[in-house]
């Protein structure tokens, strides 16, 4: 039947009596709402994988209470006016260089150094008091709000330099964390400290910068999207992106670009998806963590020894939650998208900030869309079903050791429905059903997982991550298809009826030149 169906499609093409696939892309502008000046990524000039102990078992697990740092350091109780030198690093060149710096203000928890040409360049008046205001704001707020999520700095790692202050060098280089100054290592500073670009927007930075430190003081070994996405938190935590709806500014970044793997960091700025996609889509994941599940989640994570979706599972299992890392990630993946509260335990949405991913393909007709994608390992492709049938069959090939998530969500007269599953890796071609009642739009987000909880290490976490590529057909019917090898009962009876028209259209056209031929 199927053959014959296909041989009268053929006549029908002929005929010009055809169908076009009508995919677009929808892509809506998100709009920014905030100006954050100079928001320079902060940038991490080294890694330390030699750090790490040989790993026990599948995680990566973390040293604890490593004494690398000798004894004899002393505690100082420095005072304005102290003068010494800072190693620091130039990005562009790749090179360390040696700059001197002023201290100018001296609070409870920091001290506030500044390079020599900056004072210069500002006055020292102007220097003064800017970073008398940094000491302020770092005692009053960020110390105590940092520290409340992350712990204290001194962690397992312990003090370097005996002295409870952290260093705060403004500089003309980059903003960042170098694990290297609380390290016994050439070009160390041997203290706490973090760098900024002395004309940035500091606060928020500073923050952010101080996490690191906190979680390094813990642990060496934690994968990128969960540093930076606490990191980012922070800046939330201690209150500097509440005047910007809580959306930080990296956010539409990756709204626009959800195809970036979640699990892999573009440490080295590749072509194609920066860094910052990364940075917006790590926020959202400690956002989504923390306010589905609490803040405490993201506090125990800093000090659990297993990494990664591994840290995570096993913090949420401890914390009483029945959920893996992937029914976690399917659930997050369907709230980018759809942000949608009221239903389903409210696991669908966000409560404290508003994001909805605005990069995919809108399908008009879903009884003709046969598409080929390309997925990114954890990374988000969506199909937007416009007015969809109540009826209709989504079906995959994919390759056969590749395991390929679903999360559909389909809003019908009785609301919104979620349906998710992981399709195993030994099947090469899969298909799911979907019925609805009265259905206005549904979303069809695609997901390269893996079948068990993925590992992902921060030593091998840097690039793009792996690609995978699928063939997607979605097929409309007045009838609920029956799934199978994918092939319906209910898409036969449909080609059959289409090339029953076909053939009367054949039959008619012979009919009438013949009629045509004898009249003349």
Known sequence: M??????????????TLGFWLDTNDDISSYELHQDLGDTSIPKHPEKYPILKNPHLDEHDTTPQASRVIQDHYQSRDLQV???????????????????????????????????????????????????EGIRDEFDSVIYPRVTDLSGHPDGSLGDIDGDPHIVILLSRSANYYSERNELDFPYSNMCEMVYLYYRTWMLPTIAHEFQHLIWFNNEWDEPHFLLEGLSQYAEYYAGYLAPYDNIGP????????????????????????????????????????????????????????????????????????????????????TAVTIDEL????????????????????????????????SLRYYG????????????????????????????LALHDAQGWHIYQNLHDEADTTVTDTFTGS??????????????????????????????????????????PPTPGNGTSLGIIISLSVFCGVCLVIVITMVIMQKKSSDES
């Open 2 to 15: 199927v053959s014959l169906c296909l041989l009268f499609l053929f006549v029908a093409a002929v005929l």
């Open 81 to 131: 006016g102290h003068k010494r030198n800072f190693w620091t690093y130039d990005f562009d060149n790749q090179l360390f260089y040696e700059i001197s710096a002023k201290l100018l203000a001296v609070g409870e928890h920091g001290y506030v150094f500044m390079e020599d040409s900056c004072i210069t360049e500002l006055g020292e008046a102007a220097a003064t008091e800017q970073t």
């Open 250 to 333: 990296w956010v539409p970044h990756f709204l626009q670009h959800p195809e970036d793997s979640l699990l892999y960091w573009n440490m080295f700025g590749s072509p194609g998806l920066p860094m910052t996609i990364d940075y917006g889509g790590a926020y959202l994941f400690a956002f989504y963590i923390a306010e589905h599940y609490g803040e405490d989640i993201l506090r125990d994570l800093i000090t659990e020894p297993a990494d990664g979706a591994h840290g995570v599972e096993t913090v949420l299992q401890a914390a009483g939650y029945d959920i893996t890392f992937n029914e976690l990630y399917l659930n997050w993946i």
């Open 342 to 373: 009221g239903f389903g335990d409210n696991l669908y949405g966000f409560e404290g900030l508003d994001a909805r991913i605005n990069q995919y393909d809108t399908v008009n007709e879903p009884s003709l869309l046969n598409d080929t994608i």
């Open 380 to 407: 988000i492709h969506i199909h937007r079903l416009q007015s969809p049938p109540d009826n209709f069959t989504v079906q995959i090939k994919k390759v056969s050791n590749h395991t390929i998530g679903i999360s």
């Open 438 to 479: 009265s259905a206005d739009v549904a979303y069809l987000i695609t997901s390269y997982m893996q079948n068990q909880t993925p590992t992902v290490v921060k030593a091998s976490s840097y690039g793009h991550g792996p690609l995978t590529e699928i063939e997607i057909s979605i097929l409309g019917d007045s009838t």
